[in-house]
Structure formats: structure tokens, C-alpha cells
């Protein structure tokens, strides 16, 4: 089974507070690229990162930073020092490459994230 | 500006009447992609194009038809036939295995 799971629903913290979002994948497929989205209260997906699977390094960019497990079959996603424009709903998703698949994505439930001032 | 536009952001609809919702991109790109969200669920897919004239059902795409006569426009038809169509719609484009969104269309059908 091809699945993402997105365990927490809601977090809610105080700005200025680190936060993790969680994220877990199933696939019996090697190659897969891993993607984080934020959705604010517009309605629109905004793109943060694609990971593909043989990359497993780390990635930062700013106040964000991504930690990649295989053997945990995890993509987590951390925000460093919240801020009130960080609330958003965030989708992890997981997508196959290759001219037999379909490039759509599957994605997870989705963590609702509140940071309060 | 380069993009994906949708359009109209709220849409309103009787029961039993067929709306098309509306999706141009100018990206260039040959995918385009139907999804549905509804409150607290992620997205799913309907329906999916790869290249002109040819378009595949996705997971949920009873009581729903689009096509795909031009590159740039892959429009969305909900049926009388969807059972529930009061939904969020978002349509998405891709190249090289990144998906980027349209704002989305709202549908309330009473």
C-alpha cells in the first residue's frame, strides 16, 4: 500500500517556539520523491520541498528544516522560532517518478498548525 | 506572471444542476490535475491529463468529467451525479515531478 499518515491534526504553540511536524510514508518502491506543502487560509498549496529518495541529507532553508529517515520511513518537518504568519495547514505527500506512473500525489490528512502571539 | 489561475474562487449551485469549474495554466506544462478537499481531509484525486486530448480517472472521479482540448485548459464538470460536490477544488500543473496549485474554487451546492 502507497500511503502518508500526518499523526497530529492540530498543534498549537506560542510564537517563537520550535515545532515538528510529523510525517510517515508507506511504499514498497525505491524511488519516490517526498513533498511538504503549506496551505494557508487563502486555500492556495504553497510548494516548500521535494526530497527524492536516495537523498537522504538534511536540508534547512531559513527557519525551516527537513530530516529524512528511510529507515523510519519518516520526512519530518521543523519550524524554528514560529511565527504568527507560519499558521497554516502543512500536507506531506509522496509521488512516483517514471513514465508508467502518474506524477499525481498522495497525500497525508494534514496538521493544522496555530502559532499564537 | 507565470501561473495557474482558477476561477471563480466561490461558486454557488442549486442541486441537480451541472457546473464547470474553470482551470488555465501558463506554465507550459503537459500534466494537469483535478483535486478535491473537504473539511479536515487531505486531497484526492479526480481526474488527471499528461498530454492533450487524453485524460485518466483518478480515485474519486464518479459523478465528475473534464477535458482536455488545449494544453493550457483542463476544465472541470460536476455532475448532477456527484453526491456530494460541496467541496474545495484545486487544480495543479506539473513538470519534472513538482505540482504547483491553483487558488482553488469553492462549491456550495443547496
Known amino acids: 500500500a502507497q500511503k502518508v499518515t500526518q499523526a497530529q491534526t492540530e498543534i498549537s504553540v506560542v510564537e517563537k517556539e520550535d515545532v515538528t511536524l510529523d510525517c510517515v510514508y508507506e511504499?514498497?518502491?525505491?524511488?519516490?520523491?517526498l513533498f511538504w506543502y503549506k496551505q494557508p487560509p487563502s486555500g492556495e498549496l504553497v510548494f516548500l520541498i521535494r526530497?527524492?529518495?536516495?537523498?537522504?541529507q538534511n536540508e534547512i532553508s531559513g527557519r525551516y528544516s527537513w530530516n529524512f529517515q528511510k529507515s523510519t520511513s519518516s520526512f519530518n518537518f521543523t519550524i524554528t522560532a514560529s511565527q504568527v504568519v507560519d499558521s497554516a495547514v502543512y500536507f506531506c505527500?509522496?509521488?512516483?517518478?517514471?513514465?508508467?506512473?502518474?506524477?499525481?500525489?498522495?497525500f497525508g490528512q494534514g496538521t493544522t498548525l496555530q502559532v499564537k502571539p | 506572471d507565470g501561473g495557474i489561475t482558477q476561477s471563480p474562487k466561490y461558486l454557488f449551485r442549486k442541486e441537480g444542476q451541472n457546473v464547470t469549474l474553470s482551470c488555465e495554466q501558463n506554465?507550459?506544462?503537459?500534466?494537469m490535475y483535478w483535486y478535491r478537499q473537504d473539511p479536515g481531509q487531505g486531497l484526492r484525486l479526480i481526474y488527471y491529463?499528461?498530454?492533450?486530448?487524453?485524460?485518466q480517472k483518478g480515485d474519486i472521479a464518479e459523478g465528475y468529467s473534464v477535458s482536455r482540448e488545449k494544453k493550457e485548459s483542463f476544465p472541470l464538470t460536476v455532475t448532477s451525479a456527484q453526491k456530494n460536490p460541496t467541496a474545495f477544488y484545486l487544480c495543479?500543473?506539473?513538470?519534472?515531478?513538482?505540482?504547483?496549485f491553483g487558488p482553488g474554487t469553492r462549491l456550495t451546492v443547496t
Open positions: 505527500a509522496l509521488s512516483f517518478p517514471g513514465s508508467s506512473n502518474t506524477g499525481k500525489l498522495i
Open positions: 495543479a500543473s506539473s513538470a519534472k515531478n513538482e505540482q504547483y
Open positions: 491529463s499528461q498530454i492533450v486530448n487524453d485524460f
Open positions: 511504499t514498497r518502491d525505491t524511488t519516490y520523491y
Open positions: 526530497r527524492n529518495s536516495f537523498d537522504e
Open positions: 506554465l507550459n506544462h503537459d500534466a
